[in-house]
Structure formats: C-alpha cells, structure tokens
C-alpha cells in the first residue's frame, strides 16, 4: 500500500432506504455525514417498496451532496476520490448512487472507486479504530447474516453465511407478526429486554456449519401466534421478544465463536444494522472478553447504512488502487472479493 497523507474520500450510499453523502479522512476521521432515511415513507408498506426508494433517492441525492459539503466547508475540488457503493442492494436505488458518483468523478476528474457494501459495514468499524487482522467479521443486517474471516485489508473470505432469511429479515418480519410497524428490529430488541424467555422455540440449523437459517424460526414464531389465538390465548409480546432474541443470540454467538476458535483469530469485529442489537453486543462482548479477544462493534450511529462506512472502506480501495471506470454499472448481487 502506498504512503498516502490525508486524503479526503467523498462517498454515496444509496443502496437501500437512505440517500447519504459522507466525507472521511484517511479512512478514519469523518469530517462530515449526512443521512436522510426514507423509513417513514416506507412504513405505510410494512417494508421497502423499491420503486418508491429509487424515486426518493433521485429527489434526495442533489440535496444531500450539497448537505454534505456545507456541513464540511469543503469543496468537491479538496476530495481525493469518489466512492460508491455499487452493490448489492436495490438495482434502482443503487443506480441513482452510481450515476451522481460517475458524474461527480467526470466532472471534478476525480477516481471513481467502487464499495461493496459489505465491505462499507465491515470498515465502520474504522471509523471508530483502525482494524486489527486477522480478524472474523459477523455482518448481521436487513439482507445479510455472513462469517467473514480477513487476513489483510480487502481480504475477504466468506467462510459462512444464511441459506435462506437474513436475521434483519427475520427480525421484521416476526415484528410485523406481532403488528410491529417496519422496520420493527429495535423494538423487538426493545421489548427483549423486558419480557422473560417463556416461550420454547427451536435452535434453528444447530449444527458445525458457519452457515444460518432463520425462516424456520420465523415459521415457528408464526405458528406459535396462531396457535395462541385458537386457544384465545393473549402473546405475551415481551415474552416472545426475549424468547426469540435469546434463541438468534445463542445461535449467532456459538457460531462466531467457534469461527474464531476454529481459525484461531483473536479479533472480532459485529457489523450491519443488526449490531445495533443489544443482545448480540452484550452476549458477544461478554464472551470475547472470557477468551481474551477484541470485540470491536461500530457505534450504534455507523451500524445502519450510512456513506461514511463506504468512505472508510473506499479510502483502503483507494489506497490499493482498486480504481473503477467511468461504465461501472450497479449489481443487485455481486460477491464480496
Ligand atoms: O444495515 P441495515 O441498515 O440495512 C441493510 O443493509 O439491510 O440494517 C437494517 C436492519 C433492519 O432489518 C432492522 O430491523 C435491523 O437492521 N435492526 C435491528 C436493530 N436495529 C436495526 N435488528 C435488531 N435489533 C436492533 N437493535
Ligand atoms: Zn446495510
């Protein structure tokens, strides 16, 4: 990697729900952020619809560039590269991101420098410190529930990920059982922690395998409701909270865990959306200390999808040279490598 002095990386996310525009030094220091969530919009819909998110990103992305500069007292002309987030996510949510990126590297003549936006959850971390290799990643989010161990900067092995839902996933849609409005993640780990575990469901793909499995505990939280209702039961909406918080945690630590056992690493790092989810910090904090590894977690702002986590992440891209074209083109899915 070549000897780089600050250097300025201007980044978009638009992969999902939230238009963001951020500014990040030398990978780590973030000088200004800006995030307009379209959360609201999308709650009427018990989820995100995404030709409503693309049309909200195109009305929003100006603003939020212009947001982001004034908030820097910077000018696109200080920026040392533009970084994007190219993929995975929503194809036309991602697209608006990506054009506005080629654009502003056009113009301004600037190196565009494609993000996966994996890899933007895992270098939030950065942003709070420098990362320590090797190290095991735990990505948990809305669309991904992934084991990832790295030996080096933009080293990435997937050693373990879900075969069907993806915790976030799980997680709103148990709430949505439960008439918890979208996106009902925080509210269940809410909850979580003032209910009791009452309520028996099913360790689900309780085996050696790094991989997960969450739509058969989802299909079990289902039937169990339904079950209740025909014996006029009232749910105990608490009690189900910790019932199925305690049964993801379990089952998402004994894997982390033996993940870093099995690979002999002694650095955690919890990334994605999920990892907001007091459960999983406290359980995984708690166990990493008892093994004596670091249990790095971003702070709970750099969790949900944010530009300044691509900046981070673009800033190393950079710094390797891993420069696209002017013709790069958004993925829905596309490997992180
Ligand atoms: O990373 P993110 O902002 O978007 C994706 O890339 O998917 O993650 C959003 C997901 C949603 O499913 C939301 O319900 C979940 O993260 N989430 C939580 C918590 N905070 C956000 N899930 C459980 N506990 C939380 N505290
Ligand atoms: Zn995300």
New binding site residues.
């Given amino acids: 990697m070549k000897d780089v002095k600050d250097i300025y990386v201007f980044a978009i996310e638009s992969?999902?729900?939230?238009t963001s525009c951020s500014i990040v030094k030398n990978g780590k220091e973030e000088i200004a952020t800006v995030v307009l969530s379209q959360i609201d919009i999308h709650k009427d819909f018990g989820g995100v619809v995404p030709e409503i998110a693309s049309r909200h990103h195109v009305k929003n992305i100006t603003i939020v560039i212009e947001e982001c500069l004034t908030k820097a007292n910077m000018t696109m002309e200080e920026m040392d590269a533009i970084a994007v987030t190219y993929g995975p996510?929503l194809i036309g949510s991602l697209l608006v991101g990506v054009e506005a990126a080629k654009t502003l590297a056009y113009l301004y003549q600037k190196p565009l420098i494609p993000v996966h936006?994996?890899s933007g959850?895992i270098y939030a971390n950065n942003l709070k410190e420098e990362l320590k290799f090797p190290l095991i990643a735990l990505v948990?989010?809305?669309?991904?529930t992934e084991l990832i161990y790295m030996k080096d900067h933009y080293c990435f092995e997937k050693i373990g990920g879900t075969l069907d839902d993806?915790?976030?996933?799980c997680?709103?849609k148990v709430?949505r059982i439960i008439d918890v409005p979208?996106?009902?993640?925080?509210t269940?780990?809410?909850w979580?922690q003032l209910g009791e575990d009452t309520y028996h469901l099913p360790l689900p793909l309780n085996d050696d395998s790094y991989n997960f499995s969450f739509s058969g505990l989802k299909s079990a939280v289902i039937n169990l409701v339904h079950n209740e209702k025909q014996r006029n039961q009232p749910i105990r909406k608490k009690d189900l909270a910790t019932s199925f918080?305690n049964t993801v945690v379990k089952i998402i630590s004994k894997k982390t865990m033996k993940a870093l056992k099995d690979y002999q690493v002694k650095n955690l790092i919890i990334?994605?959306?999920?990892?907001?989810?007091?459960?999983?910090r406290e359980t995984l904090t708690t166990l990493c200390e008892q093994e004596n590894i670091t249990c790095s977690i971003p702070d709970?702002k750099y969790?949900?999808?944010?530009a300044a986590m691509i900046a981070a992440s673009g800033y190393y891209a950079y710094c390797l040279g891993r420069v696209g074209d002017l013709d790069l083109n958004p993925k829905s899915s596309i490997i992180l490598k």
């Fill in positions: 992969s999902c729900d939230e996510g936006h994996i959850h948990v989010s809305g669309g991904h993806a915790v976030g996933e997680y709103d709430a979208y996106p009902g993640g925080p269940i780990d809410k979580a918080q990334a994605g959306g999920v990892a907001a989810n007091h459960g999983i709970i969790c949900t999808d944010n």
